[in-house]
């Protein structure tokens, strides 16, 4: 399977007052962040899978970690606004655990590609303008940019691979949520919606081939990866096709 992007063509709910175009929302502005590193990730993909609220205890067991190291994980992603914490109900003297789990809302995509939305715009145009071969051009320099974003990233397995990918999808504000099946996430929000709204085939090339080669730098098989624009009410789909034990 080779990387690819599949176009299902201008999707559009129509009502009275306005077009709802299916996809992802835009993400959100916080300057307040934490950041999302891969074992964040790997608690954040638990609590996405988990169909009920999980402690810390529950999760520091499923993932064999120290319950304070999972405790942190959980408080960085509430503050971020990707995990929600309840009260438990007692079980006999003393304060009920705290219950966590995954929310929709995250706040904020990463500076480096906020801040270039407009001249994001202005390429795409040119791009779609000039070239003869838009969206192979707009993924090539996808694929630049995903090793620019990676350089300084260690290569290890591809069981490593996804999780990695997804914690840096997170950094830049694409809201990924692991679906259970675990070989397609969901991207909620788009840090470039309103450029991708104008310019799908390049803008979405270009975040293909940006998904690769991270996929690839983290020690995956970039030409596993697929991307669905505008999937679904509610996000784009990527998709990591299985391969020796990427995870």
């Known amino acids: 399977m080779q990387a690819s992007a599949e176009w299902p063509g201008a999707r559009q709910f129509t009502t009275l007052y306005s077009v709802k175009i299916a996809g992802p929302a835009p993400a959100r502005h916080d300057a307040d962040r934490v950041p999302m ?3 964040r990730a790997r608690v954040l993909e638990s609590l996405q899978q988990s169909a009920d609220p999980v402690t810390a205890g529950d999760l520091a067991r499923h993932l064999g970690q120290h319950a304070n190291t999972v405790r942190e994980h959980l408080d960085a992603l509430v503050q971020r606004g990707l995990a929600a914490r309840s009260s438990g109900s ?8 705290w219950q966590y789990s995954a929310s929709g809302q995250a706040r904020e995509p990463d500076a480096r590609v906020r801040d270039y939305a407009a001249l994001a715009l202005v390429l795409a145009e040119h791009v779609s303008r000039s070239s003869r071969h838009p969206e ?36 830049m504000g694409f809201d990924p949520l ?6 397609e996430v969901l991207l909620r929000r788009c840090p470039l919606l309103d450029v991708a709204l104008q310019q799908s085939r390049v803008v979405c090339s270009a975040h293909l081939g940006m998904i690769a080669a991270a996929f690839e730098a983290h020690g995956g098989e970039g030409d596993r990866v697929g991307l669905v624009p505008f999937a679904e009410d509610g996000g784009c789909l990527a998709t990591f096709a299985a391969s020796g034990g990427s995870a």
């Open 37 to 39: 590193t891969p074992a």
């Open 136 to 171: 192979a051009d707009a993924r090539a320099a996808g694929t630049a940019w995903g090793r620019l974003l990676t350089e300084d990233s260690d290569r290890r397995s591809p069981r490593s691979a996804r999780g990695r990918t997804v914690a840096l999808l997170a950094e």
């Open 90 to 97: 007692s079980r006999g003297r003393g304060r009920p655990a």
């Open 178 to 183: 692991v679906r259970s099946r675990g070989d």
